[in-house]
C-alpha cells in the first residue's frame, strides 16, 4: 500500500513563536530552579530558629523553676514563722 506524506509546511511566525516558547520553558526551569535554593535556604532558617526558641524555652522553663522554688521557700519560711507565734496573741 502507498502511503502518502505531505510535507508539513508552517507559517514563519510559528518560528518565532516556537523560539519564544523555549525561552520562556528555560526562564521557568530557572526560576523554579531558584524557588528551590530559596526554599532550602528558608528550611535551614526555620531550622535554626526553632532551636533558637527551643532554648529561649528551656531557660524561660529554668527560670519560672527557680522563681517557684524561691517563692515556696519564702512562704515556708513565712509559715514557719506564723506557727511559732503564740496563738493566743493577736496578729495586728
Known sequence: MY???????LHPAYASIRAAL????????????NH???LAALRVE????REVLQL???VTRQNAEQDVAA???????????LQRRDPG???H
Not at 3 to 9: F, K, Q, S
Not at 71 to 81: M, Q, V
Open 71 to 81: 517563692l515556696r521557700h519564702t512562704l515556708e519560711h513565712a509559715l514557719a514563722r
Open 36 to 38: 528551590m535554593r530559596e
Open 89 to 91: 496573741t493577736q496578729v
Open 56 to 58: 529561649v524555652t528551656s
Open 46 to 49: 526555620v531550622a535554626e530558629l
Open 22 to 33: 523555549v525561552e520562556a520553558h528555560a526562564d521557568l526551569h530557572e526560576q523554579h530552579a
Open 3 to 9: 502511503e502518502y506524506r505531505r510535507r508539513l509546511v
